[in-house]
Antibody, heavy 121, light 110 residues
Framework: EVQLVESGGGLVQPGRSLRLSCAASGFTFHDYAMHWVRQAPGKGLEWVSS????????GYAASVKGRFTISRDNSKNSLYLQMNSLRTEDTAFYYC??????????????WGQGILVTVSS | QSVLTQPPSASGTPGQRVTIACSGT????????VYWYQQLPGTAPKLLIYRDNQRPSGVPDRFSGSKSGTSASLAISGLRSEDEADYYCAAWDDSLSGVIFGGGTKLTVL
């Protein structure tokens, strides 16, 4: 079955760090760019970060640039999001998504179920 | 504030045709593909329309997308109760070098 499963979410204090993981299965992971998209509770979707198949091209939304780091391990079929200096406004469901191309195209063809990150003291 | 503009809500009765508009600029919709995502209550979003007007396999042909200039629209014909969901438009933005979403439209089937 083709799927993406996020893990690593939870409650964290402002200023602390958290690392999200996304396990991919059912497709050839290294053939696709990957992304993180988030959604604050009751709000709309916001693109967070993207990474090409070989990590050669990476992009971040202005709201997270300098604080978040996206990475991937093709040998483990896994995508990661290291989140540092977390703020209350980072509270959201974080979705791992799969592109349709090897480079960053911005076509979110497959989504994980999402993982909740709550930043609160 | 979203860079793509959508109406916050839309509604229709079963069997009706409804359209949801999405307005952008020359740096996004004007020169890049438009995507539509459907988010049913309590679930993850799902790709509904890709590259302006293409449907992934499994998406009923009641759903259609179109684009003209810096605006796009999603049309749903033969409205059904299970179409009640949030709908988001999205496009790559050359100025931001990233994907931008509309604020979302909550569709209610009366």
């Amino acid at each position: 079955e083709v799927q993406l499963v996020e893990s690593g979410g939870g409650l964290v204090q402002p200023g602390r760090s958290l690392r999200l993981s996304c396990a991919a299965s059912g497709f050839t992971f290294h053939d696709y760019a990957m992304h993180w998209v988030r959604q604050a509770p009751g709000k709309g979707l916001e693109w967070v970060s993207s990474i090409s198949w070989n990590s050669g091209t990476i992009g971040y939304a202005a709201s997270v640039k300098g604080r978040f780091t996206i990475s991937r391990d093709n040998s483990k079929n896994s995508l990661y999001l290291q989140m540092n200096s977390l703020r209350t406004e980072d509270t959201a469901f974080y979705y791992c998504t799969k592109d349709t191309k090897i480079t960053i195209f911005g076509e979110f063809a497959l989504w994980g179920q999402g993982i909740l990150v709550t930043v609160s003291s | 504030q979203s860079v793509l503009t959508q109406p916050p809500s839309a509604s229709g009765t079963p069997g009706q045709r409804v359209t949801i508009a999405c307005s952008g600029t020359s740096s996004n919709i004007g020169r890049n593909f438009v995507y539509w995502y459907q988010q049913l209550p309590g679930t993850a979003p799902k790709l509904l329309i890709y590259r302006d007007n293409q449907r992934p396999s499994g998406v009923p042909d009641r759903f259609s997308g179109s684009k003209s200039g810096t605006s796009a629209s999603l049309a749903i014909s033969g409205l059904r109760s299970e179409d009640e969901a949030d709908y988001y438009c999205a496009a790559w933005d050359d100025s931001l070098s990233g994907v931008i979403f509309g604020g979302g439209t909550k569709l209610t089937v009366l």
